[in-house]
């Protein structure tokens, strides 16, 4: 049973639109949450984080909000860019940010389309 | 250049013969970590590292094992004990293990297909 989900396994926007992914989790001990980007033929890099005691963080065009009542976090891209195509990893710890404790989604694959 | 390097790209085996997956980096990282991927899943932990010489089991560590001899050199060898081991397996370091969000970096992945 997965205790993080992305239920939309790929998403297309136009450029310069929102773009919007989701990620649930089933876990409610869970304090510490993730972004990870991947391309093709790349390893996943760091995108953004949250800590629970927050319900929004900020970077740039990246925005990644946390509803704790929900068990739910999205990411917002605003305005989307062709260059931000990728596949997009949700991570949750239940201890903080410490490697070993990080539960990953299965990845959500965003096409932005020129 | 720094990096996490994982050798090979594709990696083909019989079914029943061992086979380890090399994975070095040059980054001075105290952490590292073995991870697979299975279509629709997320990544799993398959072992860890928070220092030389010293390693643990992560979520799905059977049929799997690993060493820590050097800093930066962290091999996982896939058993014939692990019953499905076709998967794509990523490797990522961090510089300690408190820190997987600005310090860590992935290797690209190996994909390892057992005939």
């Known amino acids: 049973d997965q205790q993080v989900k992305q239920n939309s396994p790929s998403l297309s926007v136009q450029e310069g639109r929102i773009s919007i992914l989701n990620c649930d989790y089933t876990n409610s001990m869970f304090d510490y949450f993730l972004w990870y980007k991947k391309y093709p033929a790349e390893g996943p890099t760091f995108l953004i984080s949250?800590?629970?005691?927050?319900d929004k963080n900020e970077d740039g065009r990246f925005t990644v909000f946390l509803n704790k009542s929900a068990k739910h976090l999205s990411l917002h891209i605003v305005p989307s860019q062709p260059g931000d195509s990728a596949v997009y990893f949700c991570a949750a710890s239940a201890g903080g940010n410490y490697g070993q404790n990080f539960v990953f989604g299965p990845g959500t694959r965003l096409s932005v389309l020129p | 250049d720094g990096g996490i390097t994982q050798s090979p790209k594709y990696l083909f085996r019989k079914e029943g013969q061992n086979v380890t997956l090399s994975c070095e980096q040059n980054?001075?990282?105290?952490?590292m970590y073995w991870y697979r991927q299975d279509p629709g899943q997320g990544l799993r932990l398959i072992y860890y590292?928070?220092?030389?010489?010293?390693?643990q089991k992560g979520d799905i560590a059977e049929g799997y094992s690993v060493s820590r001899e050097k800093k930066e050199s962290f091999p996982l060898t896939v058993t014939s004990a692990q019953k499905n081991p076709t998967a794509f397996y990523l490797c990522a370091s961090s510089i300690h293990p408190i820190s997987m969000d600005t310090e860590a970096f992935f290797g690209q992945g190996t994909r390892l297909t057992v005939v």
């Open positions: 590292s928070q220092i030389v010489n010293d390693f």
């Open positions: 980054l001075n990282h105290d952490a």
């Open positions: 949250i800590s629970s005691i927050k």
